[in-house]
């Protein structure tokens, strides 16, 4: 049998990469397309985009602000905006993933 592996984001531990993938659904399902992420699930998203194999490239001269906005098929995604004005989606399960 395989034991669960835990992952940390954050100030959060998690027993399980499951858990942290329901947290960051259930995160981006209570945001409107197009709303903005609050602070604290904005801090959330700091450390966990740090984890995104594409990080550097995602984050470019620094992070404004992140938001949710529309993706393929009907879902949603997490966008950040970054100080330069520009835009980049991440799939949050990339995230927790590596």
Known sequence: MVKAKPVKIGEI???KKGDALNFMKDMLNKYAPEEKVDENDSKFLSSAILKHPEFEEKIGVGIKHFFVRRADYGTKCFWLERV????????YKYCVDC
């Not at 330069?84 to 799939?91: E, K």
């Open 13 to 15: 531990k998690f027993e």
């Open 84 to 91: 330069d004005g520009t835009v980049a989606r991440f799939s």
